[in-house]
């Protein structure tokens, strides 16, 4: 096992992270403000309202993108456990 080998591994690991982590934050991060938006423009200061707009936003993100990510996370894994055979020297 290189040191190349390694970092070319944290490397794709972290990428594969933000790949997949990417939509479900962006969606959640557009929920939160439009709601806080709402929230200032009303003057209603109520802390829970935020949380049932963000779940159905995410569960919707991960019901319309959740095989892709499957996918993503399944190749990933694949090329990892095929490339062990080739680390022990």
């Known amino acids: 096992m290189t ?3 390694v970092l070319s591994l944290a ?3 972290v990428s594969i992270t933000l790949l997949l982590a990417g ?3 962006l969606v959640s991060l557009l929920i939160g403000s ?4 709402v929230q200032a423009a009303t003057s209603i200061n109520e802390a829970t309202m935020t949380f049932v707009p ?4 995410i ?3 991960l019901l319309l993108l959740g095989s892709w990510m499957l996918q993503q996370i399944l190749v990933f894994t694949t090329n990892l456990f095929n490339s062990l ?4 020297h």
């Open 11 to 13: 490397q794709d690991a």
């Open 59 to 61: 569960v919707a993100v």
């Open 85 to 88: 055979p080739g680390l022990a």
């Open 34 to 37: 439009l709601v806080s938006l």
């Open 54 to 57: 963000k779940i159905i936003g």
């Open 3 to 5: 040191e190349s080998y």
């Open 23 to 25: 939509p479900v934050l």
